[in-house]
């Protein structure tokens, strides 16, 4: 025998109440509708008749018929009723429907009458004029308490029945839809009885999905009430037991999450098994998408997958250099070694990925900066040396010759004073960066820029270039007066040394991204775009013959950028070859004190 739900045990028997409740409202309210839509009605008609009462009744004093006639079919016009106005001996003086020479006496009606009499008066009847059965309205028109005439008004009882087939479909509507409210109440009802048992049951079937944070309400009734408790009390007991495996499988993926190295695993089939987020932004691939897929498919690096399958065919550990090709070029230092499971049996291989970009970038520069510093300085020694060992050849007792030798190993000793100097400022300026002992004061700009200029004129003067500065005098910045002048000298200096005569240097100040940025633009030879990103490193050079034939010790630009950073800004250069280059220097701004400047 099928079983069935509670719920349709209990439901029937409340709908049939509902229904026969319903439909024994709704036929009394069928039957009287008919006539208290039709008392409605001629309510309604009366209203409008005593309105329009006062617009008709001064016309019918004034005998004015033919306003009357005209009032009465505008309305009609408006409203489509009929509108009669009617002398007490019953001649019709103004009709909406009909003209006034085929209108009959109204003497001797029952709703004329009544009117007459002072009362409102009604009646139903075929109108043989018009066709069709009429509900007619009338009101008495007075003057001084005395009745001079009758405002009667018709509505066809045709559109009458239309309204009430209306009110009749809307009350045939309305019951449907409140039985289907009541219905749904007795449903609601019902369920409430019965929704106690079904949660105890979906409840059972969530515990045995696994979900033991779930809780069963506990019903009112003693009897359920308990069995839920049962319920939830093996709940929280299964609950305790699991927590502790989840915990420890947490701080492992907390552990894993954490790290900076990444880390990947795969099985015997080189299919991904796991991967942190470390590990996904090492190798650039989407952590989600790529688990349970093969490795190859994820990662095209046939690097990564010697190691993995090195580890895998020797069970031994494999250390390699890899390098990623993606936005930038990365290196990263891979550490294969085999994964076991708890048992001890071999399940995969286990590479943990260190990033040593900037390691290899470092060691780069360090090695880049020993041989660049180690010729810098052997140069002028050397050529110190060899004219000394000239010297003491015998070259001193020729006064000419021994002149412009020592003059020669006087410019060498200056030379390599000054690479000595730069290298002790900018190892100073790195120092007081690190330490914050760099003082910073609120200062403006301009000031600075002149004071470069004021020296470098010199220089420029006789290259025949003329030193322009474009600033505001309200601009205003945290700086290091003397520092911030040291930097913009050093890339003036650049630009008069590369600039051709003839040429303007422009130094210009100006706000820029919330910034103060200064700018030292020349007209030179312009740089190269593969060289703009080492511009600024130690002892770096463009053109390393043409640079140290115009002097300079290749430090210059590596001290204006370090002074720049000393200011919690940074140097940045923009060059076209055959256009010019413009070296910029941005520094914080100080807008108090500009709004200082400008009130001043």
């Known amino acids: 025998m099928r079983r069935k739900r509670l719920l349709w045990q209990l439901y029937p028997s409340y709908l049939l109440v509902t229904v026969l409740s319903l439909a024994a409202v709704v036929a009394y309210a069928w039957q009287m509708l008919p006539n208290s839509w039709i008392a409605h009605v001629e309510g309604s008609l009366e209203e409008t008749a005593l309105m329009l009462e006062a617009t008709v009744r001064q016309p019918l004093i004034d005998g004015r018929r033919a306003e009357l006639d005209q009032i009465s079919k505008e309305y009609r016009n408006r409203t489509s009723l009929r509108i009669a106005v009617i002398r007490p001996d019953g001649e019709v003086v103004a009709d909406s429907v009909r003209a006034l020479r085929r209108v009959g006496s109204q003497a001797g009606l029952r709703e004329v009458e009544d009117a007459l009499e002072g009362r409102t008066g ?166 989600t998408r790529a688990r349970g897929r093969h490795l190859l498919e994820v990662v095209r690096n046939p690097e990564l997958q010697q190691v993995v399958s090195d580890v895998l065919s020797t069970q031994c550990t494999r250390v390699a250099e890899i390098t990623m090709h993606d936005r930038f070029e990365r290196t990263l230092e891979a550490q294969g070694t085999v994964l076991r499971a708890a048992q001890g049996q071999r399940i995969g291989a286990l590479v943990v990925l260190h990033d040593i970009t900037q390691l290899r970038r470092l060691e780069n520069i360090r090695r880049d900066f020993v041989a660049n510093v180690s010729h810098e300085l052997k140069t002028p020694v050397t050529s110190i040396k060899g004219f000394v060992e000239t010297l003491l050849d015998g070259a001193l007792q020729e006064t000419e010759d021994a002149r412009r030798f020592l003059e020669i190993v006087s410019s060498q000793a200056d030379r390599l004073n000054a690479i000595i100097e730069d290298l002790l400022m900018l190892s100073r300026v790195e120092q007081e960066t690190e330490k914050a002992e760099i003082a910073l004061e609120s200062g403006p700009v301009r000031c600075v820029l002149e004071a470069a200029v004021s020296v470098c004129q010199m220089k420029a003067a006789k290259k025949g270039l003329e030193l322009i500065v474009e600033c505001d005098r309200s601009l205003h910045a945290k700086i290091n007066a003397q520092l911030l002048e040291q930097a913009v000298v050093n890339l003036l200096d650049n630009a008069i040394k590369y600039s051709p005569p003839g040429k303007d240097v422009i130094l210009r100040g100006e706000r820029l991204n919330g910034r103060i940025a200064l700018h030292v633009i020349d007209n030179g030879p312009g740089i190269s775009g593969e060289h703009l990103a080492r511009i600024f490193e130690r002892f770096y050079r463009v053109d390393k013959a043409r640079s140290r034939k115009l002097g300079g010790t290749g430090l210059g630009l590596a001290i204006a950028k370090h002074i720049a950073q000393a200011h919690g800004g940074h140097a940045t250069v923009q060059s076209t070859p055959g256009k010019g280059s413009t070296f910029t220097i941005h520094v914080e701004a100080c807008t108090s004190c500009e709004v200082a400047g400008a009130e001043s």
């Open 122 to 287: 009604t009646a139903r009847r075929y109108s043989d004029e018009l066709r069709q059965e009429m509900l007619y309205v009338a009101v008495p028109i007075r003057q001084d308490n005395e009745v001079i005439g009758v405002l009667r008004i018709a509505k066809p009882m045709a559109s009458i029945t239309r309204e009430l087939d209306a009110m009749q479909f809307r009350l045939a509507a309305g019951s449907v839809v409140v039985a289907a409210v009541f219905a749904g109440i007795s449903l609601m009802i019902c369920r409430r009885i019965s929704r106690p048992l079904e949660e105890i049951r979906d409840g059972a079937e969530r515990f045995a999905q696994g979900d033991l944070d779930h809780r069963l309400p506990v019903a009112d009734s003693l009897e359920i009430g308990a069995l839920a408790d049962a319920l939830n009390h093996m709940a929280d007991e299964l609950s305790d037991r699991i927590e502790a495996l989840d915990s420890e499988r947490n701080q492992r993926g907390a552990i894993l999450a954490s790290m900076v190295e990444g880390v990947l695993a795969v099985d015997a089939d080189q299919r991904l098994i796991s991967l942190n987020l470390a590990g996904a932004r090492l190798l650039g691939i989407d952590q």
